[in-house]
């Protein structure tokens, strides 16, 4: 059973990357591709809580060996990582990976977590030969595990977005905005990324410049 360092890759794409990029494409490419980043609250608090499972350790629970902070890799779909728990679940026929990934907050409607979380199990499978047919998601606000199948649909939709990706990344070219209210709000990038001008057009933009500066000239607000 492997455990030791992932496989070298040739600039492999972060298995993070996938979860960005199902949250927001532009999102994952500011981050992955123009290495831009800003921490609010809700980053700083995933970041302490990542800090506090990322050291490595192997242990026993019965049959169950619980590996923290094992390192991942997938050539075929030239992913990378490191997975924040991975349990090898004793059977008859050997030891089963079953990988765990903790999330601050608690569980979203989108499937961009599961689609990291499926990632993960894309690459136990090719490092250690052996299925993984389902993991789970560890929320900090709830202190409970969801547990995640990873059936035919979430194993396509992961794969997709890993081949739409590394197109992205190979392209080099980040998608303009759109505006998310249910997203945007709590991204640590807004500011950055300025997400509302994109609703704007060039004309709206010059017209409310035009407005602004005569505003500001004098007897501007006489009849």
């Not at 960005?20 to 302490?48: D, F, K, P, S």
């Not at 979203?108 to 894309?122: T, Y």
Request: glycine share 6%; charged share 25%; proline share 7%.
């Amino acid at each position: 059973m492997p455990s030791g360092a992932a496989p070298e890759l040739d600039d492999p794409i972060a298995l993070s990357a996938l979860q960005h990029a199902v949250y927001c494409l532009r999102q994952a490419a500011l981050i992955h591709i123009e290495r831009m980043w800003e921490e609010n609250r809700l980053t700083a608090e995933g970041r302490v809580l990542h800090s506090s499972v990322h050291e490595a350790a192997d242990h026993r629970r019965g049959n169950v060996r619980r590996l923290s902070a094992m390192p991942l890799a997938c050539r075929r779909l030239n992913l990378a990582g490191t997975a924040d728990l991975v349990e090898f679940r004793g059977g008859p026929d050997g030891e089963t990976p079953f990988p765990v990934e903790y999330k601050r907050g608690k569980a979203k409607l989108h499937r961009a977590d599961e689609v990291q979380l499926c990632a993960q199990a894309l690459c136990l499978e090719e490092m250690t030969g052996r299925p993984v047919p389902e993991g789970a998601l560890f929320y900090a606000s709830t202190r409970r595990r969801v547990g995640v199948p990873f059936d035919t649909e979430l194993r396509q939709l992961t794969e997709q977005v890993a081949r739409d990706f590394a197109a992205l990344m190979a392209s080099g070219i980040t998608p303009p905005a759109h505006y998310r209210a249910d997203r945007c709000k709590t991204c640590s990038l807004i500011e950055l990324c300025r997400p509302k001008l994109a609703q704007n057009s060039a004309a709206d933009f010059r017209r409310k410049a035009i407005a602004a500066a005569l505003a500001d000239q004098p007897g501007a607000d006489l009849p």
